[in-house]
């Protein structure tokens, strides 16, 4: 199986471990997003994702590219989450906690507001949303099968039939214009 | 635009497409990560162990001898006769019991044992 992750992690397997900052970059997001399905609170959904790369990061040794590197770390997040349901679960046992306080955590992690020092992803989404619906059709499509559909190179040049170089243009063309647009929002780095 | 950046923005704008994306996130999320892997390993080795040991040698010898010197009764005994001699240290009266006197723990005590008692 195909997995372009593979040349970064063998530089991080062989010692170059400040690569895999780019393979946090890559993925927060989306496991951040992972795990806040099961906490239910963005503090604790960082945590725990936090604990999911450091825990892939200490196994990467073990890892045997059977499958994509990003399957095997969503499944290693959701055995943090869980272990983390877990042992909340165990702590509400141990405590009294009032029906108000119960609210609050919950109404902390579901609240609108973007603590200082973090992205604002929804102003970010909304923003993405109007510059991928403006894409040319061409390059809209490119983005669809490759970043949405998972699709590969070799089954997006049967689904477009055209030469895969060009799909690796066309999509690296679109994703440079959709990268600039979130480039004002990450400014202040 | 720096690797770095690139690719977190390459990893947002996915997520977004996805619709797999959280309200926020900490800028410094990664660095925090980077900054646990990075931390230094402490060793233990030869050396390490080797130094543990004997600070807790020095430390238990050293203990003793306070505990010696303070809780101990600094008594001289001496063979002769101490009457007319300047006293230093504590003295305890002391008297040749040798002579008659039987082993306190036998279970029948005479009364000759006693009044040697």
């Known amino acids: 199986m195909q997995d372009d992750d593979r040349p970064v992690l063998d530089e991080i397997i062989s010692g170059n471990i400040s690569k895999y900052e780019m393979i946090i970059n890559k993925y927060q997001a989306r496991i951040i997003s992972l795990c806040f399905r099961y906490t239910k609170s963005y503090p604790d959904a960082e945590e725990v ?13 073990k890892f045997r590219f059977e499958s994509k590197f990003y399957s095997w770390l969503h499944r290693i997040a959701i055995n943090c989450s ?6 909340k679960e165990k702590i509400k046992e141990k405590e009294t906690i009032s029906e108000n306080s119960g609210l ?9 507001e973007t603590p200082y020092n973090a992205y604002n992803m929804q102003i970010m989404a909304e923003k993405i949303e109007s510059v991928y619906n403006g894409l040319p059709e061409d390059l809209k499509l ?9 699709l590969s190179y070799d089954e997006m040049s049967k689904v477009t039939k055209l030469p895969t170089g060009t799909i690796k243009s066309k999509l690296h063309r679109a994703r440079e214009i959709l ?8 400014e202040d780095e | 635009m720096n690797d770095i950046k690139n690719i977190k923005l390459t990893g947002f704008v996915k997520a977004i497409l996805k619709k797999e ?7 410094d999320f990664s660095s925090k990560i980077m900054k646990q892997i990075n931390r230094p390993v402490q060793e233990y080795n030869f050396f390490n162990y080797g130094l543990r040991i004997a600070s807790a040698m020095t430390f238990a010898v050293i203990t003793l001898f306070v505990m010696d010197s303070v809780l101990t009764d600094k008594i001289q005994y001496s063979k002769s006769s101490t009457i007319n001699q300047e006293i230093l240290s504590p003295t305890r009266n002391v008297a040749n019991q040798m002579e008659k006197c039987e082993d306190a723990k036998d279970s029948i005590q005479s009364s000759d044992s006693l009044k040697c008692k």
Do not use: C, W
């Open chain 2, 21 to 27: 994306y959280p309200l926020y996130v900490s800028k």
């Open chain 1, 142 to 150: 490119v983005i669809k099968l490759r970043d949405i559909d998972d």
């Open chain 1, 49 to 61: 994702a936090q604990e999911a790369f450091l825990k892939a990061y200490n196994s990467l040794n």
């Open chain 1, 179 to 186: 990268t600039r647009a979130l480039e004002k929002y990450t």
């Open chain 1, 82 to 87: 869980l272990n983390y349901i877990n042992s």
């Open chain 1, 104 to 112: 609050t955590e919950h109404g902390r992690g579901s609240s609108g």
